[in-house]
């Protein structure tokens, strides 16, 4: 069985193959760009400005299609790649569909004579404004520019779509460190990558990881390091790391062997499985790992008994556990299941006197509570309030206390922490949580700022970013597209143009030859310029003819971007 291998003249869309014959006769040149069109598909609060594109990818594509082309093409004998091309595409296209002699041609030549034109990799794009050019070198290759177009746009939204969503999530969190104090060198890492196994491919998910990487360092994304390091000099700067952490195979059959071991010592069955728990969490932080952070996921069977009965159990030995030597010996508990904002978060809730006095909880409710808490009977009460138009009347319902406070709050009550210079509370720094389920940048917004509602700084929690935020996304999220905008018809220049009238204006492309400049803190393009003036632009010359002409290391790009 022959294993898949992606191959030079594969990697189109059939249709690629019939348009060098529908070229107006005597084209000897196209020049083409890649554009990120429209955000109106990236969901992300409003207020992050999320109006620029992340361009990152770039380098990956160019080594793939430098070596792909070598090795699946030009270093084959001739007459072989033809056949297998004109096998391969027959049925897609008829014997009209393609003219193999430009095949032939091309293998002749040896390289590509095409010259890739991009900003780069870091740049911050507003939308609308190209991040590539494309032409061919020599006339007979004006075909080529296009025929890559499916390769190039398959292999460079994805990269630059997690870019652009992982910095909207550093923007989140440096925004709330600000805000409440938080420690901002622990930022970096406020954002991990949890995706891996939800991607479409191993490939998939190194780019979307490599991606992230731009903005955080936290991943368990190793094949994107591997990544960073192979393309982007990685080796010469920290991408990224994580830390020692359960699964719930691990967790599960350890509690259930131990249940069964507590068993034959005669535990009340009633307090065995949290008895078990205890235990196995106990060996891992005391045991397996005496030392450092360790996270453990806490959802296996019953999350609030891990976080208000297990932890305070185990209150003396985590706080007395050894730094290793960077200083670290945090224990982090993970929860995986539920309402994320809840379970993080709890309930923003008031203090009253007495339940029974409702203009108290109707005057709670107006200053955007939706719980309070009965100092007369020591309970909290979750409320919704009705109003007929005649009267407002209120229906309540007993909350437990460790769902109206959350699990920071609970943490907090268990084991203390400090508060900053600007009065937001931080956990002791031997405890800590993360939450990676279903974690979007709505959710990442609305649960810091219901912790600073609450008094708590924003480095009490890690995100766990994972495929639900960079799986649902498709090259529409940033709207990204190749179009032409220029061709040579026997030497004569022609500035062309698309600009749909049943379309809204997002579609509308530009027009000519394109030049990027600086204005004021932002970019923008100028259209239908000179040859003159597109050569003075901010789109630099990455590949001539078959070279790569620039190699960037991902200290410069993350420099760039200015968040690490």
């Known amino acids: 069985m022959k294993r898949f291998t992606q191959t030079a003249l594969s990697s189109i869309d059939s249709y690629k193959t019939a348009h060098p ?9 196209v020049y083409s760009n890649f554009t990120p069109r429209s955000l109106a598909h990236l969901h992300a609060p409003y207020e992050y ?11 990956v594509f160019l080594n793939d299609l430098q070596s792909i082309w070598q090795e699946t093409f030009f270093d084959r004998p001739k007459a072989e790649v033809v056949a297998e091309f004109v096998e391969l595409v027959g049925p897609f296209c008829g014997p009209r569909g393609f003219n193999q002699s430009r095949i032939e041609w091309l293998h002749d030549l040896g390289y590509l004579p095409i010259e890739i034109k991009s900003l780069p990799e870091g740049t911050l794009v507003p939308a609308g404004v190209p991040v590539l050019t494309i032409t061919n070198t020599l006339p007979e290759a004006y075909w080529l520019p296009n025929f890559l177009e499916t390769w190039l746009s398959a292999d460079l939204w994805k990269s630059a779509t997690a870019a652009t969503i992982s910095y909207v999530y550093r923007k989140i969190i440096d925004r709330y460190a600000e805000l409440t104090g938080g420690n901002k060198d622990f930022v970096m890492w406020q954002g991990h990558d949890f995706s891996s196994r939800g991607m479409s491919s191993i490939a998939d998910a190194a780019r979307t990881g490599a991606g992230h990487l731009l903005s955080f360092a936290g991943t368990d994304n190793v094949t994107a390091v591997q990544l960073v390091n192979d393309v982007y000099y990685g080796k010469e700067t920290f991408v990224g790391g994580s830390v020692p952490a359960t699964e719930h195979s691990v967790m599960t059959s350890s509690i259930l062997v131990e249940v069964e071991r507590l068993r034959q010592t005669g535990v009340d069955e009633d307090d065995i499985m949290t008895q078990a728990e205890l235990n196995v969490i106990k060996r891992l932080v005391t045991e397996v790992y005496p030392s450092g952070v360790v996270s453990v996921v806490s959802d296996s069977f019953d999350f609030w008994k891990v976080i208000t009965e297990i932890a305070p159990t185990l209150k003396n030995e985590i706080l007395n556990r050894v730094p290793d030597q960077l200083g670290l010996a945090k224990v982090v508990f993970r929860p995986d299941s539920g309402d994320p904002v809840k379970i993080i978060c709890g309930h923003k809730y008031k203090v009253v006197e007495d339940i029974d006095h409702t ?54 009550d268990t084991f203390g922490g400090t508060t900053n210079e600007k009065g937001f509370k931080t956990l002791n720094q031997r405890v800590g949580l993360i939450y990676g389920d279903s974690i979007t940048l709505d959710r990442c917004d609305e649960i810091l700022k219901l912790l600073a509602e609450k008094g708590f700084a924003s480095d009490n929690i890690v995100f766990g970013i994972g495929s639900f935020t960079f799986q649902y996304n498709t090259r529409d999220t940033l709207g990204f597209a190749m179009k032409a905008t220029y ?23 530009a027009k000519g030859l394109l030049q990027v400049v600086q204005d004021g803190d932002t970019l923008k393009v100028n259209q239908d310029v000179t040859w003159e003036e597109e050569k003075r632009s901010l789109l630099r010359t990455v590949y001539l003819d078959g070279k790569i002409t620039v190699s960037e290391t991902f200290a410069d790009i993350r420099s760039r971007l200015g968040v690490i």
Request: glycine fraction near 8%; hydrophobic fraction near 25%; charged fraction near 30%.
């Open 359 to 412: 203009y108290e909880m109707i005057s709670a409710s107006d200053e955007g509570y939706e719980v309070v808490y009965n100092k007369m009977d020591d309970k909290y009460y979750q409320f919704e309030t009705y109003d007929d138009g005649w009267s407002t009347s209120v229906e309540f319902k007993e909350l437990q206390w460790y769902e109206a406070k959350g699990a920071i709050e609970c943490l907090w």
């Open 21 to 29: 014959d529908q070229y107006p006769e005597g084209t000897n040149k």
């Open 487 to 509: 061709v040579e018809v026997d030497g004569k220049p022609y500035s062309i143009f698309k600009d749909p009238k049943t379309d809204n204006g997002t579609k509308k492309s």
């Open 49 to 59: 400005g999320t109006t620029q594109v992340v361009w990152f990818g770039l380098q």
